[in-house]
């Protein structure tokens, strides 16, 4: 299961995916459809039964035209202070990659920030493309990331940045025998909002 840094932290998530599906008039079958994962899993995580992977969450989020963060937990208004034991924070239960999500005034701007871990030999799976328009930039804080990006690998170290457009497959990959950390900023303020798939 994924682990949160906060309260009651399986429902939070379901709550969340309820809320915006519904918002968007998507029933089960609508968003298993724009999503591409079942309508059982759908509604397992919704009731806060079951969580999905890194992957799965993304697939969801990009779905309902949102960030991870987003689904986690409501952006903050104004000025905030997030604590370390605050984060929006999730462990993906096959890799043990662990993310979190920074909620902030800027994720109602379209810029999310988000901080990785890998672990040793983990991955992130690889994420579908995002919709065109999004940029993207990763600085590698510690360790050493390969990044796939479409058919193209490049190898990061502590220091290193890289800006790509996410619209082809992309994978966070450590291959070392240490913790690889990275922030990741996304920028999808010039990102067309695709309309969502609705069941008939």
Known sequence: MFIFAMSDPTSEIGRNIRRRRQA???TLAGLASASGVSVTMLSEVER??????VKLAWQIARAL??????LLAEPSPEVTVVRA???????DPESGVR?????????QRGLEVVWYVLPAGSSSGEMSPNRPGVLELVSVLSGTL?????????????GDSITYEPQTVVEYR??????CELL???DASRAGRPRPARAS
Do not use: F, Q, W
């Open 85 to 91: 034991a605050e984060r929006s924070t999730l462990v």
């Open 184 to 186: 990741l900023l996304s």
């Open 99 to 107: 993310r979190y999500g920074m909620s902030t005034e800027l994720s």
């Open 48 to 53: 806060a039964v079951k969580n999905p992977t």
């Open 174 to 179: 450590n291959e070392r025998l240490r913790p």
């Open 24 to 26: 968007r008039g998507l």
């Open 146 to 158: 390969t990044l796939c990006v479409g058919g193209e690998v490049h190898e990061l170290r502590r």
């Open 65 to 70: 035209d949102c960030s991870i963060t987003d």
